[in-house]
């Protein structure tokens, strides 16, 4: 059974940072595509950000691209996002999927964790 547990979301002031992580199991990491989503308090689900199995292709969203890094580390089946320089936009729960390798839009349907909260406030 896929497991997904997401973790490292907070309380943060507009500028400020977090690392958001994802725990990964009943499934062979190494050999998934892995992505972030969130979703904002009354909105849909938005992709965000996305890398390939080795992790040697990452993929972002405009709306975060040069603010939020992707990356992974396949000894620890775990999953991270970086979030830096963070806007009242970005708040949101954050969720870990596991899509394949498809970027730029969010699955229907694919295996996603319980989410952490991201909420970005002065």
């Known amino acids: 059974e896929v497991q997904l547990v997401e973790s490292g979301g907070g309380l943060v002031q507009p500028g400020g940072s977090l690392r958001l992580s994802c725990a990964a199991s009943?499934?062979?990491?190494?050999?998934?595509?892995m992505n972030w989503v969130r979703q904002a308090p009354g909105k849909g689900l938005e992709w965000v950000s996305g890398?390939?199995?080795?992790?040697?292709?990452?993929y972002y969203a405009d709306s975060v691209k040069g603010r939020f890094t992707i990356s992974r580390d396949n000894a620890k089946n775990t999953l991270y996002l970086q979030l830096n320089s963070l806007k009242t936009e970005d708040t949101a729960m954050y969720y870990c999927?596991?899509?394949?390798?498809?970027?730029?839009?969010?699955?229907?349907?694919?295996?996603r964790g319980q989410g952490t909260q991201v909420t970005v406030s002065s």
């Open positions: 009943g499934f062979t990491f190494t050999n998934y595509a």
């Open positions: 999927t596991k899509q394949g390798e498809v970027y730029n839009s969010v699955v229907p349907g694919a295996p």
């Open positions: 890398i390939s199995p080795g992790g040697g292709r990452t």
